[in-house]
C-alpha cells in the first residue's frame, strides 16, 4: 500500500461479513470510507432465478452492504457496471468456452472491475485507495520496489490465487483490512459489533451464473447452440465411440454425462472445437508434465526470464507443486508467455484456467492455460 495524499478508501461491499468487518476497521484506523457495491449484471440477460441468488451482486447483498453502512454512518453507492462488465468478463466467459475452454471470470472482473473500475470511481470521489475483504495481504517491498501480494493468514480461505492479474498501478492503492485475520476472527469482530451478517453464509458460485448452472446459462445467451454443437464424436484413440450433447458443455477431467458403457473409466482428455469433437481417456491419459501459458502478469519481480523454481497452483483448490516457471516473451504486464515444467506430472491441466506461481507465501505471477505437453 502506497502513501496516498488522504486517508479516503472507497471499501467494496458485498454484504457479506468480510466487506463489513472491513469497515469496521477502516473506521478503528481512521479513514474516511466510502461504501461501493457494484451492479455486475441484469437477471433479464443472464437467466436464472432471483430467488435463491446469494451471490456478491445480488439484492439481498445490496440490501445488507446498505444496512452495514447506515449502521456506522458513511455513504454508500451502487454503481452499475453492468456494461462493463459484460463486454470485459461475460462475453470472454462466452467465448472462452465456444473455443473449448473452462475460463475463471473473477481474474478478469478483478482485474478490470474490482480494481480498474473500482479505483476509477473512487478517484472522482476524492478517495486515495480501495479496500477489499479478501483474505491476502500486499506490502511493498523496498528492495525490489515492487507491490507483493502475499497469502493471507487463513490459508484456508486465502484468496491471493484470485488476485494474480491485478496491476502494480492497483496494487499501490490497495488495502486488504482482513489478510491478517482467520474467517473464524472476522466473524468474532462481526459479533462483537452486532452486525446481522456476523454468521452469514458465503457464495461461492460465479455472481453472474445465479442457478451455479453453466449449462443453461450458454444456451441462454445462446439460443442456437445446441443445434449448433449437439451430435458430435467422442473419440477415443482416433476412434469414434459416440455422440456428444456439445462441446462447451465438456472440460478437462469431466467423467460423468459421457453416456459410455466401457471397462474402465473414461475421462474427457481435450476438446476440438474446431471439428467439434470432445477426445476421452483413461486416468492416466489426464497427467502432463509441463504447460505453456499466455497473458502473463508478474506481482513480486519484473520478469521471469531464465527460469525461476517456484511453486505452482492450476486451479484454485490446488496444491502447491514445485515447477520451473520460464518467461519467453512479453513484458509480463498482462502479456507475455511462459512454460511450466512440474517436477512431478499434474492432472487435468485446463486451457483457459490460471497457472499461478508463488514463493513461499510470496505470488509471484499467473497467466491463462493454453496447452499442456509431456
Known amino acids: 500500500m502506497s502513501e496516498q495524499n488522504n486517508n479516503t478508501v472507497v471499501l467494496g461491499m458485498s454484504g457479506g461479513v468480510d466487506s463489513s468487518v472491513c469497515a469496521a476497521l477502516l473506521l478503528e484506523q481512521g479513514y474516511q470510507v466510502i461504501g461501493i457495491t457494484i451492479k455486475t449484471y441484469n437477471y433479464e440477460d443472464v437467466g436464472g432465478s432471483i430467488e435463491g441468488d446469494?451471490?456478491?451482486?445480488s439484492l439481498d447483498g445490496i440490501n445488507d452492504a446498505r444496512m452495514i453502512a447506515a449502521k456506522f454512518g458513511f455513504p454508500h453507492y451502487v454503481m452499475d457496471f453492468s456494461e462493463v462488465f459484460g463486454r470485459n468478463v461475460i462475453d470472454n466467459f462466452i467465448d472462452e468456452y465456444m473455443h473449448g475452454r473452462t475460463p475463471n471470470p473473477c481474474v478478469i472482473c478483478n482485474r478490470k472491475i474490482k480494481w480498474e473500475e473500482l479505483i476509477r470511481k473512487g478517484m472522482q470521489l476524492g478517495a486515495g485507495y480501495v479496500a477489499m475483504g479478501h483474505y491476502a495481504k500486499v506490502r511493498f517491498d523496498e528492495e525490489l520496489k515492487r507491490y507483493v501480494v502475499s497469502k493471507g493468514k487463513d490459508i484456508r480461505k486465502d484468496q491471493s490465487y484470485m488476485l494474480w492479474n491485478v496491476t502494480q498501478e492497483s496494487l499501490s492503492r490497495t488495502i486488504f483490512p482482513i489478510g491478517d485475520l482467520t474467517k473464524d476472527e472476522v466473524r468474532d469482530i462481526g459479533r462483537k459489533y452486532g452486525l446481522k451478517n456476523a454468521a452469514k453464509k458465503e457464495s461461492f458460485e460465479i455472481c453472474f451464473i445465479t442457478d451455479n448452472n453453466y449449462e443453461r446459462f450458454l444456451k441462454h445467451k445462446l439460443p442456437h447452440l445446441e443445434q449448433q454443437v449437439a451430435g458430435g464424436q467422442i473419440v477415443m484413440n482416433g476412434e469414434v465411440i459416440g455422440e456428444h450433447q456439445g462441446f462447451p458443455f465438456y472440460t478437462i477431467g469431466k467423467r460423468k454425462g459421457l453416456g459410455i458403457a466401457h471397462p474402465e473409466p473414461l475421462y474427457v482428455t481435450s476438446i476440438d472445437y474446431k471439428e467439434n469433437k470432445v477426445i476421452v481417456g483413461y486416468e492416466k491419459d489426464l497427467y502432463h508434465s509441463g504447460l505453456r501459458a499466455s497473458k502473463l502478469n508478474l506481482i513480486k519481480y519484473d520478469n521471469l526470464f531464465g527460469g525461476k523454481e517456484l511453486t505452482v497452483k492450476i486451479r484454485y483448490k490446488d496444491a502447491d507443486e514445485p515447477a520451473l516457471v520460464t518467461q519467453l516473451d512479453g513484458s509480463g504486464n498482462g502479456d507475455g508467455?511462459?512454460?511450466?515444467?512440474?517436477?512431478?506430472?499434474?492432472?487435468?491441466?485446463?486451457?483457459?484456467?490460471?497457472?499461478v506461481f508463488y514463493e513461499g507465501d510470496d505470488l509471484v505471477g499467473g497467466a491463462i492455460i493454453d496447452e499442456y505437453f509431456n
Not at 337 to 355: D, L, M, W
Request: proline share 9%.
Open 54 to 57: 446469494k451471490s456478491c451482486c
Open 337 to 355: 508467455r511462459i512454460t511450466v515444467e512440474f517436477k512431478n506430472p499434474k492432472r487435468a491441466i485446463t486451457p483457459g484456467q490460471s497457472v
